[in-house]
């Protein structure tokens, strides 16, 4: 199993161009999340999908759009990047509903925005 | 959701139990406390979960204080490989999401 794929690895985005961060899991998992990581800085929730169809906004989902394709990808957009958005992005995948409801991350993706 | 409060850094001798502590007094009785960590750039990593009981698993110990007010990850005998940032976290019992706070750095010194 790969568990929790993420692409691209990395990335360099001029201000205003729009690019889609593309995750995907292979434990069957129902739920799938979106953070951030700024430098020195804990991980933030953009958004999450409790299970196929549903999305929800977390702490930061401000300039970030998200679609649960099917059960296995969750794609996060940016739609005019700034260079706030310059960021570590994590994607992570849980089965909610059997303990322990341990996340698994991917790899990360690292973004600069120019 | 609870919030948790960590200090920034802490060393540990290798070999040492590294005794890391996290204070969430505003947890409320159906909030889990979690401890992730991440090494380097990766992603975070699992290391083990509780509600009110002690715990222990294979890679770590965690006590809650009888009140839950706080909590204690212990690495009983830590290595270089245990460098990393560890996270505790609070989540809701009937929710899925989980807030990671900035974490504290464990150095592993040899």
């Known amino acids: 199993n790969a568990g929790v794929t993420q692409t691209p690895k990395f990335q360099v985005l001029k201000t205003g161009q729009s690019m889609t961060l593309q995750c995907a899991q292979d434990m069957n998992h129902n739920s799938m999340y979106w953070y951030r990581q700024d430098p020195g800085m804990g991980l933030r929730l953009i958004y999450y999908?409790?299970?196929?169809?549903t999305t929800d906004k977390g702490e930061v989902p401000n300039g970030y759009n998200v679609s649960r394709l099917n059960k296995r990808e969750f794609s996060l957009r940016l739609e005019s990047a700034a260079p706030s958005q310059t960021s570590v992005y994590f994607c992570?995948?849980?089965?909610w509903g059997l303990g322990p409801y341990e996340q698994y991350f991917g790899p990360g993706t690292r973004l600069t925005v120019t | 959701d609870a919030k948790t409060t960590q200090p920034p850094s802490m060393d540990c001798a290798e070999g040492r139990a590294a005794n890391l502590p996290c204070n969430h007094s505003t947890i409320s009785g159906n909030e889990y406390v979690y401890w992730y960590r991440q090494i380097h750039s990766q992603g975070p990593q699992y290391i083990i979960h509780g509600l009110k009981n002690n715990e222990t698993n294979e890679m770590a110990s965690l006590i809650i204080t009888e009140d839950r007010k706080s909590s204690t990850l212990i690495l009983p005998h830590a290595t270089l490989r245990d460098t990393a940032v560890y996270y505790c976290?609070?989540?809701?019992?009937?929710?899925?999401?989980?807030?990671f706070g900035t974490g504290t750095s464990l150095t592993v010194i040899p």
């Open positions: 976290i609070v989540r809701v019992g009937t929710g899925n999401q989980f807030y």
């Open positions: 992570a995948s849980m089965h």
């Open positions: 999908s409790a299970s196929e169809g």
